[in-house]
């Protein structure tokens, strides 16, 4: 006999079939107990769905309902590894981190049906430090809204008053137009045509090397900026320290694109500067007899009109 039924028979009365009898109901009382525990547990994992297994959209292992997030129309995925790199959800999350500004809640859709989840599922299936990750996300998509509507307001206002500036050209007296265009020659033939800076002849192409060695007169200067330098040396030595050297790691050397870049903003400065000179008429007045130039060499007219504070 178990030593639990023994402790039950010394507690019975002596007579030995009232004993049996009493040790007969106890068992009853434990079994219909058991059954009871049991039932309860088969109807919290039903209503709880553990009698179900789901298939995870991504690495098509299954999992009970807890063990991932399922959208409104039943694709689930997983989030129960306990290593990040695995859990299905997480990296689905990450996938749409740089795409939450074009969504007007910020919410994470799914794949399958892009149908949004819920934010307290997706807080309960991430883990602390990929929410975080998903929070700091969303600021960045309200900037990133906020400034893609700035820009769009500011580019209409822009455009807005362009269009008022070509108008009125239309209509300015002939003595401001005529002066323009004598301006705008004098640009062209003193900025848009790339100049030495020691000997004043007109350069074209050149590849390679920024620190340049004029063919007329030998001079050095740094095809950047046009600084002027007395040596070979100190042309290369000005090209490597030079503020308008982009190159990732301030090389002597350029490519092709690099130079073209170079050389619209080293266009762009001057004729700014020369604008400048000039009152505000004048200065748009030039800048639209030089459109066709500006064109061709991929200077915005719209960065060289005077149009006062569009802010």
């Not at 794949?111 to 602390?128: D, F, I, M, Q």
Request: hydrophobic fraction near 35%; aromatic fraction near 8%; include cysteine.
């Amino acid at each position: 006999i178990s030593k639990s039924k023994n402790l039950l028979v010394q507690f019975l009365p002596y007579d030995g079939d009232l004993r049996m009898t009493a040790v007969r109901t106890k068992k009853q009382a434990v079994n219909d107990l058991l059954d009871n525990e049991i039932a309860k547990l088969d109807f919290w994992i039903k209503r709880e769905k553990y009698d179900k297994f789901y298939l995870c959209g991504c690495c098509f292992d299954e999992f009970n309902i807890d063990q991932g997030i399922m959208c409104e129309n039943g694709h689930f995925y997983c989030s129960s590894s306990e290593d990040e790199g695995n859990q299905c959800f997480a990296m689905l999350a990450k996938s749409q981190f740089l795409h939450l500004s074009s969504r007007a809640d910020h919410s994470l859709l799914c794949p399958e049906c892009n149908a949004p989840y819920g934010s307290k599922a997706v807080a309960s299936n991430l883990s602390t430090d990929v929410f975080d990750e998903y929070q700091g996300a969303i600021v960045d998509a309200k900037v990133t809204k906020k400034a893609d509507e700035m820009n769009a307001s500011f580019n209409q206002r822009l455009q807005a008053a362009v269009a008022e500036v070509l108008e009125t050209h239309g209509n300015a007296e002939s003595r401001l137009l005529q002066e323009a265009k004598t301006l705008a020659n004098e640009a062209r033939d003193t900025i848009l045509n790339l100049r030495c800076p020691h000997c004043k002849a007109v350069y074209v192409d050149f590849s390679g090397c920024m620190a340049i060695e004029c063919a007329r007169c030998k001079g050095n200067f740094c095809a950047y900026c046009h600084q002027t330098t007395t040596t070979s040396r100190g042309a290369h030595e000005h090209v490597r320290q030079c503020l308008m050297n982009e190159t990732d790691d301030g090389t002597y050397y350029a490519t092709a694109e690099q130079i073209h870049d170079a050389q619209r903003r080293y266009r762009t400065r001057e004729i700014k500067r020369f604008l400048r000179k000039h009152k505000k008429n004048l200065q748009n007045a030039i800048v639209i007899e030089l459109k066709k130039d500006l064109d061709e060499l991929d200077i915005k007219q719209e960065a060289l009109f005077e149009l006062g504070n569009l802010m």
